[in-house]
Structure formats: structure tokens, C-alpha cells
């Protein structure tokens, strides 16, 4: 399969929309039809949102017709991973536990995207409570990814990449605590940024592990993610990590090529024994690309890299442990029927109500938290975090950003891992150290292996370089030519066309 | 230290510490599921960690707000997902005899 650009993006859209051209509630319209006519196959949504999606339609058209000026993206359909709160929208983390739950309140992106006037369509489909590679440990259903329907999305933002990479809508969100944007993005040969921790506010997103959970974007060019990180990016008075600084013009970076740009390449990723060929050649050609923009390279070590999947296993299950722990079957969500006490309604509620991936989660990190056990693992791993953390610094002495595999291998097969859980976790080798350091990450489309599979590469920077990374996505864009990137079998049904 | 073996009355001890009722082939399962990943994890031992500490840094300093009152949410639409209610409280199995 090979990829050509289809005609519009997310900001194309939305020119036509506040020139006239084309009405939001048509937009929307045309939306819903490619989500009736793919999603069936592809089974990326959850559940739709079609009257809330309506309503901002029609403000958006009102506005239109009085001659207002819109916001940034205003009338662009969107949807948003189901750990992400919508009031009045369930918001059931793909889980058993929260199958009824209804959100109260929005969460701070969805109060942005209201104020910018983005259509939410529906929520997407998740590894339960966000804890997954593949999204297969979604209580609900599996998710395909649109280059091979018999391989997985990726995860745990799997439906939101599934949807974006089928054209059923053009950008939207995920959320990425090891890799869960970046590693998707890659398989579905979008552009996905896991912004610097604090970036984005995490208010009213569902925590799975707080010190490392990242609302992140996904879009099929540069352009459309830079614009939807500036719309949900800035400081929140309701999340106390959310970083103050201001957030620059990401949109505008993008045109502003890189200069004597000095990128890293990181020694122990490239050196694995388990990168797949064709991903070594992707890299050595976005090489040539940067290189005939005048960056030069050099190889960078990150001696503790190779530690990052151990710590962060301790590190975020034992976070998990205690985020989950409020799933008791008291306040919210499933209770069981039949619990005789308090003891028993918990551990059956949460027997009932959690799939074997977070049970499997929950239990580790409690362990890792238990009596006798800290410092040997929690204390160790939050070391070894600090290793991780340096090990950057160090690097961005030396270079501007990093250039490295977003996963050792392409799309791999539903089921084909699902039975070995290290091997699973083994998958999120180069994505996780980005979130222990708590750095930027981009994913970027990079061409494709012998089977026609999507190949992603991952731009790394320091805190708060964002735009230094959408400035040089956007150059190699330029250069591979790899923008708007569809399957052919999506190209004509979707919003895009 | 010795190689993780995490043995089933490991797991059902954790498992009571994390208020989950696991059948008994869930308890087997994750004993030997628990002993890989902590076989993984022990790679941590290979390192020399003597002085690190173990607080993580962050970005910026702590924020602090305003100790004052705000974001109140109504009573009867933050309970509309409870399971069981009596109009102004959660309500739960008999707790004491």
C-alpha cells in the first residue's frame, strides 16, 4: 500500500469553514456518515456524541453567518480517547468498572475545545484504563488498525489513532503515560506529540499514573498537530503539575526551518539487536532529509536506557495501584449485587469490574508498595528514574534534539502478544524513557516496511522544546512527502476528501 | 538479592492488601506472571545507585493556591452515578454490628 496526500487537513477545514465554503453542520454531517460507513470495520469509537457534536456545529455556523472571527480549528470534528471527560458523555476508560459512568464535569482540554468551537463526535476505544500496547485489553471491543485490519492499532490510544488513520475525523486526542500516543501514531502513520509533562492540564483526565500521564494529540501533518496542541496546551489552576510558562505559537514554528540544527542519534536504540531492518533504513533516511537541510549528526549515549521499561513498571503500576484504588463500588461506577460486607463489595466489585491487564497492574504495583518491598523496588525504580533524567540532560548538552525508533517493530498481529505480558511491555522500549524524563516526544510517519506497514520515528527534545520538534516534523514532512497519509481504501469516504 | 519467585500466598496476600477476590487460576496465573516481570525488573540490581536520590525533579517549583473555596459541584449531580444513595448519602453494607 502506498500512501499519496489526500486533499484537506484539519486546517483547510476549518478555512473553508469560516470563508463560507462549507458549513460546519455539513462537516459534521459528512462526518457521521464515514464513521457509519467505517467504523464497523474498524471499530475505533466507543460511543458518539452526535447532539453535544451538533450543537457546537451550529454556534459554529452562527458565528459564521454574523461575521464573527473564529477561534483556531473552530468547526473541525474531533474525538477524544474515552479516559477523557465530556459532561454529559460516559466516559467508561474501557472498562467493565466504569461501563454506566456518565461524566460531571469536563475535563480542561474539553472546556478548550468547547471555547474553540471543535465538534466532539464521540469517544474512542482504549486498553482498559489505559494500560496496554495493542488496545486489545479493551473490555469492549478490538480495535483494527486501517493499514492491515487483521494487526493492532497500537495503544493504549489505539481507537483515536484507528479513527484519525481511517479519515472518519481528522485529528484527536489521546493520552500517553509510556508511549500510548506516540506508539500508535507510529503504526497508523500519523503525527503524534506527547507534550513535556505539565504541558497540557490533566484535570478531568482519568489517572492511571499521575507523574507520567500526558494529554497528547494525534493529526496526519504537523501543522494540524501544532495547532491542536496551542488550542489545549496552557497553565490550569485545577491541576497543580500544569506548567506555567506561556505557550508559544507552535502553528508558526512550524515555518520556521531548523538552522544548524545538531541532532543526536541514540546509541543504545540503534544498536539493538531488535530493530526491524526496515526501520533502520527509515531512519537513515530522514538523516539525508535533515542532512540536506544542513543538521548535523552525531551518536549520543544514554547508558541507563535500557533500564526505563523495569523502572517505569514499578514506577507506574505502584501509582496505578493507588490511583485505581478508588473504584470501590461505593460513589461510582459497577457495585456487586451480592457483597454481604463492606470487605466483600470491594474485592468483588473490583474482581468483577477489572480486566486481567489492570488486576495484573494493580497487583504489582501494590507489591512493589508493600511492606518489606519498597525500597527494593519502588525506591529503586524512582532512582533509576533519576538516571533516566540525566542520561537526557547530559544528551542535550551536546545536541538539539534526538532522532530514534518510536518502537522496535511495525504492526504486529491481533493476539500475536497478548499471552506474554513482558514481551508486551517490551514494545514500549524507546517511548517510555521520554515519559520517565518527562520531555517531549513527537512520532512522525517515515515510510513504510516491505509489507506495506507504517515505519514512525520519534523526535525528542528538552522541556518546553515542542516547537523545535514541530519545526523540524515539519521539514521532514516537507521533504518525505509523507503528509495526510491514508490507506487507498480510506481515501474517498472520509471527512478529508 | 535472590531471583523473584512470587509464590500463590504471595498473591493472595497482595491481593487482600488490593482489595481484589481472585479465583484460583487468577492466583496461579499471576504467580508466574508477577515472577517475569520481576525477573525484568531486577535488572535494576546490575546498577550502582549509592547517592541517587530517589525524589523526582520537576519541572518548576511547587504551585501553591489560594486556600479559598471554589469549583462546587451540586450534591444530586455528582451522586447521580452512585450505585446506591438514600437522597443525601452513599449508601453501604452495615459496617459495624
Not at chain 1, 93 to 112: G, Y
Not at chain 1, 365 to 392: C, H, M, N, P
Request: net charge negative; glycine share 8%.
Amino acid at each position: 500500500m502506498t500512501a499519496s496526500p489526500a486533499p484537506s487537513t484539519a486546517l483547510d477545514l476549518h478555512k473553508q469553514i469560516q470563508s463560507g465554503q462549507l458549513s460546519a453542520q455539513a462537516l459534521l454531517e459528512q462526518t457521521f456518515n464515514a464513521i457509519k460507513a467505517v467504523d464497523g470495520d474498524i471499530d475505533g469509537f466507543l460511543h458518539l456524541a452526535e447532539n453535544q457534536a451538533q450543537q457546537t456545529a451550529e454556534q459554529v455556523d452562527q458565528a459564521v453567518a454574523t461575521g464573527q472571527p473564529l477561534p483556531l480549528l473552530a468547526g473541525v470534528p474531533i474525538a477524544l480517547k474515552d479516559n477523557i471527560h465530556v459532561q454529559g458523555v460516559r466516559s467508561t476508560c474501557a472498562s467493565r468498572i466504569l461501563e454506566n459512568f456518565v461524566a460531571p464535569f469536563d475535563a480542561t482540554v474539553t472546556t478548550k475545545l468547547n471555547a474553540h468551537m471543535l465538534p466532539i463526535v464521540g469517544k474512542t476505544n482504549l486498553d482498559e484504563f489505559a494500560m496496554g500496547s495493542s488496545c486489545e485489553n479493551s473490555a469492549y471491543k478490538l480495535s483494527k488498525n486501517p493499514w492491515d485490519t487483521s494487526r493492532v492499532p497500537g495503544g493504549s490510544s489505539g481507537g483515536s489513532a484507528a479513527v484519525v488513520a481511517s479519515n472518519q475525523v481528522p485529528l484527536a486526542l489521546g493520552s500517553d503515560t509510556g508511549g500510548s500516543v506516540r506508539l500508535p501514531a507510529a503504526f497508523c502513520a500519523l503525527y503524534g506529540i506527547k507534550p513535556t509533562y505539565g504541558r497540557v492540564s490533566r484535570y478531568g483526565l482519568v489517572a492511571y499514573g499521575s507523574s507520567l500521564d500526558q494529554i497528547s494529540p494525534f493529526a496526519r501533518t504537523t501543522k494540524d498537530l501544532a495547532a491542536l496542541l496551542k488550542v489545549i496546551a496552557g497553565f490550569d489552576p485545577m491541576d497543580s503539575t500544569a506548567l506555567s510558562d506561556e505557550v508559544p505559537d507552535y502553528l508558526a514554528l512550524c515555518d520556521q526551518p531548523p538552522k544548524q540544527l545538531k541532532v543526536g542519534l541514540v546509541k543504545e536504540l540503534m544498536d539493538s539487536d531488535g530493530l526491524q531492518p526496515d526501520i533502520k533504513a527509515a531512519i537513515d533516511q530522514s538523516i539525508q532529509h535533515l542532512e540536506g537541510l544542513g543538521a548535523t549528526f552525531q551518536t549520543v549515549s544514554l547508558p541507563h536506557i535500557n533500564y526505563a521499561v523495569a523502572s517505569y513498571y514499578i514506577v507506574a503500576t505502584a501509582e496505578a495501584s493507588s490511583n485505581l484504588a478508588r473504584y470501590d463500588g461505593v460513589r461510582y461506577g459497577l457495585r456487586a449485587e451480592e457483597a454481604q460486607d463492606i470487605y466483600h463489595l470491594f474485592t468483588q466489585t473490583r474482581e468483577q469490574g477489572f480486566g486481567t491487564e489492570v488486576k495484573r497492574r494493580i497487583m504489582l504495583g501494590t507489591f512493589a508498595l508493600s511492606s518489606g518491598y519498597y525500597d527494593a523496588y519502588y525506591g529503586k525504580a524512582q532512582k533509576v528514574r533519576q538516571l533516566i533524567r540525566q542520561d537526557f540532560e547530559t544528551a542535550f548538552e551536546q545536541v538539539d534534539i534526538l532522532l530514534c525508533p518510536a518502537a522496535p517493530f511495525t504492526a504486529f498481529k491481533l493476539g500475536e502478544k497478548v499471552a506474554d505480558p513482558v514481551q508486551m511491555y517490551l514494545t514500549d522500549i524507546a517511548t517510555i524513557p521520554v515519559n520517565l524524563a518527562g520531555i517531549p516526544g513527537l512520532s512522525f510517519p517515515a515510510g513504510f516496511d516491505s509489507s506495506g506497514l507504517p515505519i514512525g520515528l520519534q523526535l525528542l527534545g528538552p522541556h518546553g522544546a515542542e516547537g523545535t520538534l514541530f519545526s523540524v516534523s515539519q521539514a521532514l514532512e516537507t521533504a518525505s512527502g509523507l503528509s495526510n497519509c491514508l490507506p487507498d481504501v480510506y481515501k474517498q469516504q472520509g471527512v478529508a476528501v | 538479592m535472590t531471583h523473584a519467585s512470587i509464590s500463590q500466598d504471595d498473591v493472595k496476600h497482595v491481593a487482600k492488601l488490593a482489595r481484589l477476590e481472585l479465583d484460583d487460576a487468577e492466583v496461579q496465573q499471576l504467580a508466574t506472571d508477577l515472577s517475569n516481570i520481576l525477573g525484568l525488573v531486577e535488572t535494576l540490581n546490575e546498577l550502582d545507585l549509592e547517592g541517587v536520590s530517589d525524589t523526582p525533579q520537576t519541572s518548576q517549583p511547587a504551585l501553591y493556591r489560594a486556600d479559598e473555596q471554589r469549583h462546587v459541584y451540586d450534591r444530586a449531580h455528582l451522586m447521580r452515578n452512585a450505585p446506591e444513595v438514600d437522597g443525601q448519602f452513599f449508601r453501604v453494607p452495615k459496617i459495624l454490628d
